[in-house]
């Protein structure tokens, strides 16, 4: 009789019900031969702490933390990794004997798709995030360490997109304005899209005149079918427009390492969950 626990991971969430979570580290598991159990909790801010507390008493190792709780969790850790210090963000919690510790491997996941995955290089390239919320602010460290020519982040409030600038120390780099300050003049070589655009509202209407036919655009936001932005992108003419599923996946592989020090393989997860090729990159 096996007598020894699987150990146990999960995802924390509210609402979770969408989460891909589960099944992408079940692969992992299969792919390493490794017996694991994750699960995916629907938790709210009010049970966040406690439930955190509960999991390390009953021996939990590592859990996901997803929306809303990735900044109000930073509250319940021990230690915090600087690259989650930086992204003002935790996604990923170690559970290591009496210490809890946060890391984040969402801005890494990025860069992973973009660069393995998709051969973009970003460094010498002028790069533009959409957005100045929580999903921005994990990426901007990230990107800078990779010395893009500039990095602008504009939003459609202008002042979040300075004042999150500003947490960066005036990163000669960087530059933060409002979506309808943008140069008309200036494209960009890669657009990320970190606002909730397509979710809120369907009808794109960032100025078209930031695509050129060089841009490399990419959702952070992921579905079945291209997203509103992607169609966005490729009706101004954009080089290729990409979804988020293999940050998505990336990011779980990085988490996956922390806990069990052992990366999985990701190349061939997306057909393994389902999602068509097509659907995730748009090209010309
Ligand atoms: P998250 O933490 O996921 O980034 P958030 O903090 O709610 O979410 O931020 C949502 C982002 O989407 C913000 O940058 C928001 O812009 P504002 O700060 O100006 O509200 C942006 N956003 C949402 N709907 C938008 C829209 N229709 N057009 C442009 N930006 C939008």
């Given at each position: ?108 996941g990025l860069i992973n798709d973009l660069e393995k995955n998709f051969h973009q ?121 990409i979804?988020?599923w293999g940050m998505?996946i990336e ?15 990701t190349s061939?997860l997306l ?6 090729a097509?659907?995730q990159v748009?090209?010309?």
């Open positions: 009789m096996n007598i020894i626990a699987k150990k146990q991971y999960g995802v924390i969430g509210d609402p979770i019900s969408h989460t891909q979570s589960p099944a992408i580290h079940k692969f992992f598991a299969v792919q390493l031969k490794q017996d694991i159990n994750y699960k995916a909790f629907h938790i709210t801010q009010h049970e966040l702490k406690n439930f955190i507390h509960e999991f390390q008493d009953k021996g939990g190792e590592g859990l996901n933390i997803t929306l809303p709780h990735k900044t109000a969790v930073m509250e319940y850790v021990d230690e915090i990794n600087p690259r989650a210090e930086r992204a003002g963000a935790i996604n990923t919690l170690i559970f290591n004997k009496n210490k809890i510790i946060g890391d984040n491997t969402d801005g890494i290089k970003i460094k010498n390239k002028n790069v533009l995030i959409l957005g100045a919320g929580g999903a921005s602010h994990g990426i901007i460290s990230p990107l800078l360490e990779r010395s893009p020519s500039s990095l602008t982040v504009a939003n459609r409030n202008s002042s979040k997109a300075i004042n999150l600038v500003s947490q960066f120390q005036q990163h000669p780099l960087l530059n933060g304005i409002g979506i309808n300050e943008l140069d008309a003049t200036q494209t960009f070589d890669i657009i990320i899209n970190a606002t909730s655009i397509g979710i809120t509202s369907k009808t794109i209407d960032f100025p078209s005149f930031i695509i050129s036919k060089h841009s490399v655009c990419y959702d952070l936001s992921y579905q079945m079918d291209p997203t509103p932005f992607m169609k966005w992108c490729m009706e101004n003419n954009a080089q290729c427009a979804q988020g998505l990011q779980a592989s990085e988490s996956y390492y922390l806990w069990r020090q052992i990366k999985p393989d061939s057909q393994q969950l389902g999602i068509n097509s659907s748009l090209r010309r």
